[in-house]
């Protein structure tokens, strides 16, 4: 089955790319408006990406939402970790924002809302993955982007953060990874 990825990030083009084998994944064709994040949860910003892709193409389309939540900030950055240190902020600038306000050791999760939506069988389903861990004293790692050289995951006691990780490691834990695998075993049971 082919889906249409309703984003441009190529980042997660290449990662769902990866976790939906053996369904292919294309990227969001030009010309195509995705409408803005302004929902206050994950799921409240994938879904209308979804449903705005599937639309605009009469194609089966997927959007996620997905961010960090950090314990000792009350879950902040949460939906707006995309723009944590400011609207056009980098990675690096808010990554480094997270370091100075959450203290090294301090719980963190990582939160995804996969939103599929069909528009010829009029599904629509959402699905979450979660990965829980901790901040780690300082970044590490040059795979990843976003908060993975800050992240050190629960589920792997290498102490390694989640930019130090394969591929393969962090696809078998990783929120994203946990969401995919949820909307692929649905897939199948259809």
């Known amino acids: 089955m082919r889906l249409l990825l309703a984003s441009r990030n190529a980042h997660k083009a290449r990662e769902f790319g990866r976790l ?3 369904h ?4 969001l064709p030009d010309g195509i408006e995705l409408p803005p994040e302004v929902g206050d949860t994950f799921a409240a910003n994938a879904l209308p990406k979804a449903r705005a ?20 900030l009350g879950g902040r950055p949460g ?10 902020a980098t990675d ?15 719980g963190l ?25 901790r901040v780690a004293a300082s970044p590490g790692g040059e ?23 394969s591929d393969a490691e962090k696809d078998a834990i990783s929120h994203r990874g946990r969401a995919a695998r949820a909307l692929l ?4 049971g259809r």
């Open 20 to 22: 939906l084998t053996p």
């Open 24 to 27: 292919e994944v294309d990227g």
């Open 53 to 72: 892709a599937a639309a605009a193409t009469g194609r089966a389309a997927f959007a996620d939402d997905s961010g960090i939540e950090a314990e000792a």
């Open 79 to 88: 939906v707006r970790s995309a723009r944590y240190a400011g609207e056009d």
């Open 92 to 106: 690096e600038e808010n990554l480094a924002k997270l370091l100075r306000e959450a203290p090294a050791g301090s």
């Open 109 to 133: 999760a990582y939160v995804c809302a996969l939103a599929y939506v069909d528009p010829v069988a009029g599904e629509e389903r959402v699905f979450e993955g979660r990965c829980t861990g």
């Open 143 to 165: 795979g990843g982007f976003g908060y993975d050289p800050a992240f050190l995951p629960d589920d792997d006691d290498t102490g390694r953060t989640m930019a130090e990780l």
């Open 185 to 188: 075993r649905w897939l199948d």
